[in-house]
């Protein structure tokens, strides 16, 4: 079965700092892998996801098969960054899909 | 509408009553599904539909919860008999099954069992 992992439940950075939210999955063959986020009093959205390879708000996640991750990235963090971070892994066009418990980002000034 | 629409967005119930969340989602999205997201948690899955059918289950804690898809459209989860530890938010999804696609969130409803 299917499984995301994300480490950290907090991560606090200062503004400016580098991020880097953890998500490693588990499934053998080709998956589809998202990030959410949601940010104060707003509905989940997507953030990006692996198979566009782009850039959004800043931040990217480098898909790695062969560890199995799938992490997310930020040269220099903002403070309207602090939002929760979902990683969610789809394993075919008719699968579920499977966040992990999701870590919070904290920037602080 | 343009987005999927949950209702009610807040629910206030005695425990041990039954209570009926609905979600629609967005006009041809084939999948749907159903998450919860407690205080400090993450987003727990329910249960999941491709059409009217419910391929995967396994998410939900117990024979209270049911839900039910109709005509590949609105959906109902229904939790009897509630208790307290059923307080928290149920989010709803739904996106279409084409490859990579997202799943568009609902402003999910806020259950609260006293």
């Known amino acids: 079965a299917q499984r995301v992992t994300q480490p950290e439940k907090l991560l606090s950075v200062f503004k400016g700092a580098p991020v880097e939210l953890k998500c490693n999955y588990s499934y053998s063959g080709s998956p589809e892998l998202f990030w959410y986020v949601q940010y104060s009093r707003q509905r989940l959205q997507l953030l990006l996801r692996?198979?566009s390879r782009e850039s959004i708000k800043g931040f990217t996640a480098d898909l790695n098969k062969g560890e199995t991750s799938f992490h997310l990235k930020k040269p220099f963090a903002q403070e309207e960054d602090s939002a929760m971070y979902y990683c969610?892994?789809?394993?075919?066009?008719?699968?579920?899909?499977?966040f992990g418990t999701g870590t919070r980002l904290q920037v602080t000034l | 509408g343009a987005g999927v629409s949950q209702s009610p967005s807040n629910k206030v119930t005695e425990k041990g009553k039954d209570v009926e969340l609905r979600c629609d989602p967005i006009s041809g999205h084939t999948a749907l599904y159903w998450y919860r997201q407690s205080l400090g948690q993450g987003l727990e899955f329910l249960i999941y539909f491709q059409g009217n059918s419910a391929p995967d289950k396994s998410g939900l804690p117990s024979d209270r919860f049911s839900a039910e898809r109709t005509g590949g459209s609105v959906s109902t989860l229904t939790i009897q008999r509630t208790q307290q530890e059923d307080s928290a938010v149920y989010l709803c999804a739904s996106s279409t099954q084409r490859l990579n696609t997202e799943a568009f969130f609902g402003q999910g409803t806020r259950l609260t069992v006293v």
């Open positions: 692996h198979i």
């Open positions: 969610a892994l789809r394993t075919g066009t008719a699968s579920k899909l499977t």
